[in-house]
Nanobody
Framework: QVQLVESGGGLVQAGGSLRLSCAAS????????MGWFRQAPGKEREFVAAISWSGRSSNYADSVKGRFTVSRDNAENTVYLQMSSLKPEDTAVYYC?????????????????WGQGTQVTVSS
C-alpha cells in the first residue's frame, strides 16, 4: 500500500513563498509520475503540476506557470512544490498524488494514490 504524506503548508502573505513536500512510501517511487492538485473551498479539485518518473519533464496549470516549480528526489522518495509570488487565489488544500504512469499526466483520474492534503492560505 502506498502512503503519501504532505507537509510544508501554512499561512503566508501575498507575494511570499512556500515549499510543499510529499514523502512517499510503500512502492518503488522512482518509476512513477507524481502530481500536485489543489481544492479551494466551494470549488472542484484542480491540477497544479506534475513531474515524470525521471524528473526530466513536467507540466503546469496555466495559473501557476512561472511561479511554481515541481521537483523530485528519487533517492529520498520525495516530491516538492516550490511556490513563489503567491496570490490569495492560491489558497487551497494541496494534495500530492502518485500515478502508475511514467509521464507527467495532468488528469486526476490517472492518479492512483492520494495524500491527505496540506492547507495553504495566502493573505492579501
Amino acid at each position: 500500500q502506498v502512503q503519501l504524506v504532505e507537509s510544508g503548508g501554512g499561512l503566508v502573505q501575498a507575494g511570499g513563498s512556500l515549499r510543499l513536500s510529499c514523502a512517499a512510501s510503500g512502492r518503488t517511487f522512482s518509476t512513477y509520475a507524481m502530481g500536485w492538485f489543489r481544492q479551494a473551498p466551494g470549488k472542484e479539485r484542480e491540477f497544479v503540476a506534475a513531474i515524470s518518473w525521471s524528473g526530466r519533464s513536467s507540466n503546469y496549470a496555466d495559473s501557476v506557470k512561472g511561479r511554481f516549480t515541481v521537483s523530485r528526489d528519487n533517492a529520498e522518495n520525495t516530491v516538492y512544490l516550490q511556490m513563489s509570488s503567491l496570490k490569495p487565489e492560491d489558497t487551497a488544500v494541496y494534495y500530492c498524488a502518485l500515478s502508475s504512469r511514467a509521464m507527467a499526466v495532468i488528469r486526476d483520474v490517472l492518479y492512483d494514490y492520494w495524500g491527505q492534503g496540506t492547507q495553504v492560505t495566502v493573505s492579501s
